[in-house]
Protein backbone atom coordinates (compact mmCIF):
# COMPACT_ATOMS: atom_id res chain seq x y z
CA UNK A 1 0.00 0.00 0.00
CA UNK A 2 1.51 2.86 -1.22
CA UNK A 3 1.75 6.19 0.14
CA UNK A 4 0.55 8.69 -2.66
CA UNK A 5 3.95 10.62 -4.19
CA UNK A 6 1.65 14.38 -4.80
CA UNK A 7 -1.43 15.64 -5.27
CA UNK A 8 -2.19 17.59 -8.71
CA UNK A 9 -0.43 20.65 -10.23
CA UNK A 10 -2.68 23.52 -10.32
CA UNK A 11 -2.58 24.55 -14.38
CA UNK A 12 -5.07 24.40 -16.94
CA UNK A 13 -5.18 21.83 -19.27
CA UNK A 14 -6.23 23.69 -22.56
CA UNK A 15 -3.24 26.20 -22.02
CA UNK A 16 -0.61 22.98 -22.19
CA UNK A 17 1.61 24.00 -19.22
CA UNK A 18 5.02 23.10 -19.12
CA UNK A 19 6.34 20.00 -16.87
CA UNK A 20 8.31 22.26 -14.73
CA UNK A 21 6.23 25.06 -13.70
CA UNK A 22 5.40 28.06 -11.12
CA UNK A 23 2.43 26.83 -8.63
CA UNK A 24 -0.14 29.23 -8.51
CA UNK A 25 -0.44 31.07 -4.97
CA UNK A 26 -3.34 29.35 -2.90
CA UNK A 27 -5.04 30.79 -0.24
CA UNK A 28 -4.61 27.76 2.74
CA UNK A 29 -5.13 30.24 5.62
CA UNK A 30 -8.88 27.94 6.55
CA UNK A 31 -6.90 24.52 5.90
CA UNK A 32 -4.08 25.41 8.49
CA UNK A 33 -6.10 26.49 10.64
CA UNK A 34 -7.96 23.36 10.61
CA UNK A 35 -4.64 21.72 11.17
CA UNK A 36 -3.55 20.32 7.50
CA UNK A 37 -0.35 20.00 7.34
CA UNK A 38 2.97 22.41 6.36
CA UNK A 39 3.12 21.86 2.37
CA UNK A 40 6.48 20.37 1.69
CA UNK A 41 7.71 22.64 -1.15
CA UNK A 42 6.80 26.71 -0.95
CA UNK A 43 4.39 28.30 -2.94
CA UNK A 44 5.57 30.43 -5.87
CA UNK A 45 9.17 28.73 -6.15
CA UNK A 46 9.95 25.94 -9.13
CA UNK A 47 8.94 22.33 -8.28
CA UNK A 48 8.17 19.18 -10.17
CA UNK A 49 5.16 17.70 -11.05
CA UNK A 50 5.25 15.22 -7.78
CA UNK A 51 6.32 18.05 -5.72
CA UNK A 52 2.86 20.67 -6.89
CA UNK A 53 0.71 17.25 -6.45
CA UNK A 54 1.95 17.19 -2.84
CA UNK A 55 1.62 20.24 -2.19
CA UNK A 56 -2.25 20.34 -3.77
CA UNK A 57 -2.57 17.19 -1.39
CA UNK A 58 -1.15 18.60 1.55
CA UNK A 59 -3.61 21.64 1.14
CA UNK A 60 -6.47 19.51 0.48
CA UNK A 61 -7.12 21.49 -2.40
CA UNK A 62 -9.37 21.22 -5.29
CA UNK A 63 -7.98 21.22 -9.27
CA UNK A 64 -8.84 24.87 -10.33
CA UNK A 65 -10.13 23.88 -13.35
CA UNK A 66 -13.58 23.31 -14.93
CA UNK A 67 -14.14 19.51 -16.40
CA UNK A 68 -16.60 20.98 -18.51
CA UNK A 69 -14.44 23.23 -20.39
CA UNK A 70 -11.82 19.90 -21.38
CA UNK A 71 -11.76 17.35 -23.71
CA UNK A 72 -10.86 13.91 -23.01
CA UNK A 73 -7.64 13.91 -25.00
CA UNK A 74 -6.90 17.04 -22.63
CA UNK A 75 -7.30 15.09 -19.36
CA UNK A 76 -5.40 12.11 -21.13
CA UNK A 77 -2.79 14.20 -21.67
CA UNK A 78 -2.64 15.95 -17.92
CA UNK A 79 -2.68 12.13 -16.62
CA UNK A 80 0.52 11.45 -18.78
CA UNK A 81 2.41 14.48 -17.72
CA UNK A 82 1.40 13.40 -14.10
CA UNK A 83 -0.10 16.85 -13.48
CA UNK A 84 -3.83 15.32 -12.60
CA UNK A 85 -5.49 12.17 -11.90
CA UNK A 86 -8.72 11.05 -13.38
CA UNK A 87 -10.62 11.40 -11.04
CA UNK A 88 -10.13 15.29 -10.98
CA UNK A 89 -12.72 16.05 -13.09
CA UNK A 90 -15.28 13.42 -11.85
CA UNK A 91 -17.89 15.31 -9.68
CA UNK A 92 -18.61 12.29 -8.16
CA UNK A 93 -15.20 11.66 -6.61
CA UNK A 94 -15.61 15.03 -4.93
CA UNK A 95 -19.09 15.02 -3.70
CA UNK A 96 -17.94 11.47 -2.07
CA UNK A 97 -14.73 12.97 -0.47
CA UNK A 98 -16.41 15.69 0.99
CA UNK A 99 -18.98 13.74 2.46
CA UNK A 100 -16.55 11.10 3.86
CA UNK A 101 -14.81 14.28 5.24
CA UNK A 102 -17.67 15.71 6.61
CA UNK A 103 -18.14 11.96 8.51
CA UNK A 104 -13.77 11.66 9.24
CA UNK A 105 -13.31 9.21 6.67
CA UNK A 106 -10.50 10.20 5.06
CA UNK A 107 -6.27 10.07 5.90
CA UNK A 108 -3.64 10.94 4.03
CA UNK A 109 -1.28 7.50 4.15
CA UNK A 110 -1.97 4.25 4.15
CA UNK A 111 -0.95 3.07 7.66
CA UNK A 112 0.52 0.12 8.96
CA UNK A 113 -1.96 -2.30 10.35
CA UNK A 114 -2.07 -2.70 14.45
CA UNK A 115 -0.48 -5.97 15.60
CA UNK A 116 -3.15 -8.94 15.44
CA UNK A 117 -5.52 -6.82 13.61
CA UNK A 118 -5.52 -8.63 10.18
CA UNK A 119 -4.25 -11.77 10.71
CA UNK A 120 -6.70 -13.62 8.36
CA UNK A 121 -4.86 -10.87 5.66
CA UNK A 122 -2.18 -12.93 4.05
CA UNK A 123 0.73 -13.09 1.69
CA UNK A 124 0.66 -15.01 -1.50
CA UNK A 125 3.58 -16.57 -2.85
CA UNK A 126 4.40 -17.44 -6.59
CA UNK A 127 7.51 -18.83 -7.65
CA UNK A 128 9.24 -18.32 -4.62
CA UNK A 129 8.48 -14.42 -3.94
CA UNK A 130 5.20 -12.40 -2.78
CA UNK A 131 3.36 -11.59 -5.43
CA UNK A 132 0.42 -11.15 -4.47
CA UNK A 133 -1.93 -10.55 -1.35
CA UNK A 134 -4.69 -12.53 -0.15
CA UNK A 135 -7.70 -12.95 2.47
CA UNK A 136 -8.59 -16.25 4.23
CA UNK A 137 -12.61 -16.77 4.05
CA UNK A 138 -12.32 -20.57 5.01
CA UNK A 139 -11.30 -22.78 7.14
CA UNK A 140 -8.65 -23.89 4.45
CA UNK A 141 -9.53 -21.41 1.57
CA UNK A 142 -8.00 -17.71 0.53
CA UNK A 143 -9.21 -15.03 -1.68
CA UNK A 144 -7.26 -13.44 -4.34
CA UNK A 145 -6.71 -11.83 -7.56
CA UNK A 146 -6.62 -14.06 -10.47
CA UNK A 147 -3.92 -12.20 -12.35
CA UNK A 148 -1.65 -12.87 -9.95
CA UNK A 149 -1.39 -16.39 -11.68
CA UNK A 150 -1.26 -14.73 -15.14
CA UNK A 151 2.09 -17.12 -15.78
CA UNK A 152 -0.35 -20.41 -15.79
CA UNK A 153 0.53 -21.50 -12.25
CA UNK A 154 -1.79 -23.57 -10.50
CA UNK A 155 -0.13 -23.78 -6.95
CA UNK A 156 1.20 -21.15 -4.68
CA UNK A 157 2.14 -21.01 -1.03
CA UNK A 158 0.18 -19.22 1.35
CA UNK A 159 2.12 -16.98 4.42
CA UNK A 160 0.10 -16.55 7.47
CA UNK A 161 1.93 -14.09 9.68
CA UNK A 162 2.58 -10.67 11.03
CA UNK A 163 5.29 -9.60 8.26
CA UNK A 164 6.45 -11.32 5.29
CA UNK A 165 8.91 -12.86 5.67
CA UNK A 166 9.07 -13.97 8.79
CA UNK A 167 9.10 -17.25 10.95
CA UNK A 168 5.37 -17.94 10.72
CA UNK A 169 3.76 -21.00 9.00
CA UNK A 170 4.50 -20.68 4.89
CA UNK A 171 0.96 -23.12 3.86
CA UNK A 172 0.76 -24.87 -0.02
CA UNK A 173 -2.13 -24.67 -1.93
CA UNK A 174 -4.06 -25.29 -5.05
CA UNK A 175 -5.76 -22.32 -7.09
CA UNK A 176 -8.70 -22.19 -9.03
CA UNK A 177 -9.81 -18.69 -11.25
CA UNK A 178 -13.05 -17.95 -11.94
CA UNK A 179 -12.74 -18.87 -15.83
CA UNK A 180 -9.75 -20.48 -16.97
CA UNK A 181 -7.26 -19.65 -17.83
CA UNK A 182 -6.40 -16.77 -15.05
CA UNK A 183 -4.99 -14.33 -16.94
CA UNK A 184 -7.75 -14.25 -19.13
CA UNK A 185 -10.47 -14.58 -16.45
CA UNK A 186 -13.60 -12.66 -17.01
CA UNK A 187 -13.85 -11.84 -13.17
CA UNK A 188 -10.52 -11.32 -11.62
CA UNK A 189 -10.58 -13.65 -8.89
CA UNK A 190 -9.20 -16.86 -7.70
CA UNK A 191 -9.83 -18.78 -4.87
CA UNK A 192 -6.41 -20.67 -3.55
CA UNK A 193 -7.30 -24.41 -1.90
CA UNK A 194 -5.23 -24.67 0.81
CA UNK A 195 -3.36 -28.42 2.10
CA UNK A 196 -4.09 -27.46 6.04
CA UNK A 197 -6.08 -25.30 7.77
CA UNK A 198 -5.02 -21.61 7.89
CA UNK A 199 -5.71 -21.32 11.57
CA UNK A 200 -7.02 -17.65 11.85
CA UNK A 201 -10.43 -16.63 11.70
CA UNK A 202 -11.96 -15.96 8.58
CA UNK A 203 -13.25 -12.68 7.19
CA UNK A 204 -16.71 -12.32 6.22
CA UNK A 205 -17.98 -11.41 2.83
CA UNK A 206 -20.45 -8.62 1.66
CA UNK A 207 -24.14 -9.46 0.71
CA UNK A 208 -24.76 -8.70 -2.74
CA UNK A 209 -24.35 -5.23 -4.52
CA UNK A 210 -23.02 -4.15 -1.20
CA UNK A 211 -21.29 -2.20 -2.90
CA UNK A 212 -23.46 -0.46 -5.08
CA UNK A 213 -24.12 2.45 -3.36
CA UNK A 214 -20.70 2.95 -1.28
CA UNK A 215 -18.74 6.44 -0.79
CA UNK A 216 -16.14 4.77 1.41
CA UNK A 217 -13.99 1.79 1.71
CA UNK A 218 -11.08 0.12 3.63
CA UNK A 219 -8.73 -2.05 2.42
CA UNK A 220 -5.12 -3.83 3.37
CA UNK A 221 -2.28 -5.03 1.26
CA UNK A 222 1.14 -6.52 1.69
CA UNK A 223 2.49 -4.60 -1.62
CA UNK A 224 5.26 -1.49 -1.75
CA UNK A 225 5.25 1.03 -0.05
CA UNK A 226 6.84 5.07 -0.01
CA UNK A 227 9.92 3.27 0.15
CA UNK A 228 9.58 0.82 -2.20
CA UNK A 229 9.02 -2.10 1.04
CA UNK A 230 6.61 -4.81 0.86
CA UNK A 231 5.70 -7.07 3.64
CA UNK A 232 4.10 -5.01 5.65
CA UNK A 233 0.39 -5.03 6.49
CA UNK A 234 -1.21 -1.23 5.29
CA UNK A 235 -4.15 -0.18 5.36
CA UNK A 236 -6.12 2.91 3.92
CA UNK A 237 -9.39 4.55 3.14
CA UNK A 238 -10.27 5.39 -0.63
CA UNK A 239 -13.31 7.15 -1.52
CA UNK A 240 -14.78 5.78 -4.34
CA UNK A 241 -15.56 7.94 -7.33
CA UNK A 242 -17.75 5.41 -9.60
CA UNK A 243 -19.29 1.96 -10.61
CA UNK A 244 -18.18 1.86 -14.04
CA UNK A 245 -22.18 2.62 -14.82
CA UNK A 246 -22.46 6.36 -15.27
CA UNK A 247 -20.81 9.68 -16.84
CA UNK A 248 -17.51 11.77 -15.77
CA UNK A 249 -19.41 15.30 -17.48
CA UNK A 250 -16.39 16.73 -19.89
CA UNK A 251 -17.34 19.27 -22.64
CA UNK A 252 -19.15 16.42 -23.56
CA UNK A 253 -20.34 13.35 -21.27
CA UNK A 254 -17.99 10.27 -21.28
CA UNK A 255 -19.10 7.05 -20.37
CA UNK A 256 -16.94 5.54 -17.29
CA UNK A 257 -15.79 2.47 -19.14
CA UNK A 258 -14.25 4.58 -21.62
CA UNK A 259 -12.68 7.62 -19.38
CA UNK A 260 -11.87 4.85 -16.86
CA UNK A 261 -11.49 2.04 -19.07
CA UNK A 262 -13.11 -0.01 -16.50
CA UNK A 263 -15.70 -3.17 -16.30
CA UNK A 264 -19.29 -1.66 -15.76
CA UNK A 265 -21.10 -2.98 -12.70
CA UNK A 266 -18.27 -5.57 -11.89
CA UNK A 267 -15.07 -2.74 -11.22
CA UNK A 268 -15.21 0.30 -8.69
CA UNK A 269 -13.03 3.23 -9.38
CA UNK A 270 -11.61 4.82 -6.33
CA UNK A 271 -9.18 7.69 -5.64
CA UNK A 272 -5.97 7.92 -4.89
CA UNK A 273 -5.35 11.60 -4.53
CA UNK A 274 -5.95 14.47 -2.21
CA UNK A 275 -6.73 12.35 0.72
CA UNK A 276 -6.21 9.08 0.05
CA UNK A 277 -3.46 6.27 -0.26
CA UNK A 278 -3.34 4.07 -3.39
CA UNK A 279 -2.32 0.57 -4.09
CA UNK A 280 1.22 -0.54 -5.62
CA UNK A 281 3.07 -4.02 -6.84
CA UNK A 282 2.05 -6.89 -4.31
CA UNK A 283 -1.21 -5.23 -2.99
CA UNK A 284 -3.32 -6.83 -5.60
CA UNK A 285 -5.93 -9.21 -4.69
CA UNK A 286 -5.87 -7.46 -0.83
CA UNK A 287 -9.35 -7.21 0.62
CA UNK A 288 -11.52 -3.98 -0.05
CA UNK A 289 -13.95 -4.13 2.27
CA UNK A 290 -17.60 -2.10 3.50
CA UNK A 291 -18.97 -1.91 6.58
CA UNK A 292 -21.74 -3.84 6.82
CA UNK A 293 -25.35 -2.96 8.07
CA UNK A 294 -24.97 -3.62 11.97
CA UNK A 295 -22.26 -0.74 11.69
CA UNK A 296 -20.33 -2.92 13.53
CA UNK A 297 -18.47 -5.31 11.15
CA UNK A 298 -16.20 -5.23 7.84
CA UNK A 299 -16.89 -7.29 4.95
CA UNK A 300 -15.22 -7.89 2.00
CA UNK A 301 -16.83 -6.68 -1.38
CA UNK A 302 -14.05 -6.67 -3.79
CA UNK A 303 -10.67 -7.11 -4.22
CA UNK A 304 -7.28 -5.05 -5.34
CA UNK A 305 -6.61 -5.26 -9.02
CA UNK A 306 -4.66 -2.18 -10.64
CA UNK A 307 -3.89 0.89 -10.74
CA UNK A 308 -4.61 3.47 -13.95
CA UNK A 309 -0.98 5.07 -14.30
CA UNK A 310 1.74 4.15 -11.91
CA UNK A 311 1.16 3.80 -8.12
CA UNK A 312 0.29 7.20 -7.37
CA UNK A 313 -2.78 7.12 -9.30
CA UNK A 314 -6.84 5.91 -9.35
CA UNK A 315 -7.57 2.59 -8.06
CA UNK A 316 -9.60 -0.06 -9.82
CA UNK A 317 -11.03 -2.68 -7.82
CA UNK A 318 -12.99 -6.18 -8.81
CA UNK A 319 -16.62 -6.35 -7.30
CA UNK A 320 -16.92 -9.50 -6.05
CA UNK A 321 -20.33 -8.98 -4.48
CA UNK A 322 -22.25 -10.39 -7.44
CA UNK A 323 -24.10 -13.81 -7.09
CA UNK A 324 -22.13 -15.91 -9.37
CA UNK A 325 -18.83 -14.50 -8.03
CA UNK A 326 -19.92 -15.28 -4.20
CA UNK A 327 -21.30 -18.53 -5.30
CA UNK A 328 -17.91 -19.51 -6.80
CA UNK A 329 -15.93 -18.12 -4.02
CA UNK A 330 -17.74 -18.84 -0.55
CA UNK A 331 -15.99 -20.56 1.49
CA UNK A 332 -18.49 -21.57 4.01
CA UNK A 333 -16.86 -20.99 7.15
CA UNK A 334 -19.01 -20.69 10.38
CA UNK A 335 -16.26 -18.63 12.58
CA UNK A 336 -15.05 -15.17 11.23
CA UNK A 337 -12.99 -12.08 12.05
CA UNK A 338 -14.16 -10.02 14.67
CA UNK A 339 -11.74 -7.67 15.12
CA UNK A 340 -12.07 -4.69 12.64
CA UNK A 341 -9.38 -2.03 12.57
CA UNK A 342 -10.37 1.49 10.69
CA UNK A 343 -7.54 3.76 9.77
CA UNK A 344 -7.83 7.37 10.43
CA UNK A 345 -6.04 10.56 10.03
CA UNK A 346 -4.11 11.08 12.24
CA UNK A 347 -3.33 8.08 13.03
CA UNK A 348 -4.43 6.80 16.89
CA UNK A 349 -3.40 3.08 16.25
CA UNK A 350 0.13 1.94 17.08
CA UNK A 351 0.70 0.06 13.14
CA UNK A 352 3.60 -3.36 12.95
CA UNK A 353 6.26 -1.76 10.63
CA UNK A 354 8.13 -4.84 9.56
CA UNK A 355 11.88 -4.82 8.70
Known amino acids: MKRPVAAAVLASLATGAAV ?15 GARQPAVSVGKPVSPSQ ?5 RLLRSEPRIDPRTVTLD ?3 EGVKQGDYSLVDFDDRYWTNLEANRQANLTMFYGQPA ?16 LAC ?3 VIGEKQVVTAAHCFEGGEHSCQVHVGECYPDSSPVIKGTVRCFTEPCKDAAVDVAVVDLDVAAGVAPRKLAAAAAAEKVTSVVSVGLGFDHIHHKGTK ?49 DSGGPVMVIDPT ?3 LRIAALIKRNLKGCDTDNIFTRIDSADVLNFINGGATKFADKNCLPVDP ?3 SGTVCP
Open 52 to 56: SRELR
Open 234 to 282: RMSRFTVASTCRGAVHLAIPIPDPIFYRCKPGSELVAGAESNTASVCDG
Open 74 to 76: QVR
Open 114 to 129: PKDCYPEVVAVIVNGA
Open 133 to 135: TGT
Open 347 to 349: PTL
Open 20 to 34: WMLVPRIDRRSELAR
Open 295 to 297: GKD
